[in-house]
């Protein structure tokens, strides 16, 4: 019996699927959410997910996807951190005959190098948060914006989208904006800075590229004596469960949605190139999310910590 299991675990392992994911980091709630699924939906399908934290370096990241090429795994997955910078690493892998899927930020390499990109449209968002933004205000609003990584789709696009609503409207102005890097730390750091250069009541709105550098400044607005989302308006990117919590106590206004669940749709195209059907894989598949407020939060929220 013994020997039979060590055989039956022995062509398990034989035939399951190995994919090397390299992820950014875990900067954000939005990221270790997605981590969480990666990790999750790989067991669901017994894939053998070899799983690497990049701290937010590329190099890191690139080391990371050099490894699991002298692994040969099956099928290599990329978040990359920033957009430049992936073409020999990719070329490495295309070299042994490894497929690549990118999933979210984008990357500036030639797309023969990969097979598809999994990712919301950031731009889309920047735009639906200035679009509510010069709705509530009327088009006068004095911004601060904490922006993203530097050189990360995420942050080029929600900044390009947002500028994009806002400039029809001639009193609508970013009077400051700085990298905060997606974290928490960062973005209370920034906005203490922000409240120190300018005078704290003539900044109308704060934009914020994700959610987890908001709750960051929501706590900087309150120690400067202000009410956030009251005498300074909050509005942000993501949707994790602590904003939701932050929009129900009346300290945050707005979000646009993103979907953490990319686990499913990535193996479900890690699995057609592997079987061969990947043919017709379009280059980019693309969601969106919607604009949530105060008057669902309580209610999505009690929803979302649950999950
Ligand atoms: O919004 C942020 C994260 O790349 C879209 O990265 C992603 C962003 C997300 O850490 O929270």
């Not at 960062?186 to 005078?199: C, H, I, N, Q, T």
């Not at 206004?253 to 499913?264: D, K, Q, R």
């Not at 059907?277 to 980019?284: H, N, R, T, V």
Request: hydrophobic share 40%; aromatic share 6%; charged share 25%.
């Amino acid at each position: 019996a013994l020997f039979a299991a060590g055989l039956l675990a022995l062509s398990h392992s034989a035939l399951a699927i190995t994919v090397g994911f390299s992820q950014v980091g875990s900067e954000s709630g939005w990221r270790t959410a997605f981590s969480e699924d990666m990790k999750a939906e790989a067991q669901k399908r017994g894939i053998d997910l070899k799983f690497s934290d990049g701290q937010q370096k590329q190099e890191n990241q690139i080391r990371a996807v050099r490894g699991f090429i002298a692994q040969g795994v099956d099928a290599i997955i990329i978040a990359p951190v920033v957009e430049t910078g992936w073409t020999p690493v990719l070329r490495e892998a295309k070299r042994a005959h490894i497929p690549v899927i990118i999933l979210d930020r984008n990357i500036k390499a030639s797309n023969n190098l990969y097979v598809t990109r999994i990712a919301s449209n950031f731009e889309e968002e920047g735009e639906k948060v200035g679009n509510w933004l010069m709705n509530k205000t009327g088009g006068k609003c004095n911004i601060v914006e904490l922006q993203g990584t530097v050189g990360a789709t995420a942050a080029i696009d929600r900044a390009k989208g947002f500028r994009e609503a806002i400039a029809k409207y001639p009193g609508a102005k970013i009077i400051r904006s700085q990298t905060a890097d997606f974290t928490r730390a960062k973005g209370k750091e920034v906005m203490e800075s922000f409240l120190k250069a300018e005078d704290p009541k003539q900044i109308c709105a704060l934009f914020s590229h994700n959610d987890e550098m908001a709750l960051g400044a929501i706590q900087a607005i309150k120690e400067a004596g202000l009410k956030p989302g009251k005498d300074l308006l909050v509005v942000s990117v993501d949707g994790v469960p602590d904003y939701f919590k932050a929009m129900a106590d009346g300290d945050a206004n707005i979000t646009v949605e993103l979907n953490p669940h990319l686990g499913a749709p990535a193996y479900d195209v890690v699995e057609k190139v592997l079987k061969g059907e990947g043919k017709d894989i379009p280059k980019l598949i693309s969601t969106t999310g919607d604009v949530f407020g105060q008057d669902t939060a309580a209610a999505e929220y009690a929803k979302r910590r649950q999950q």
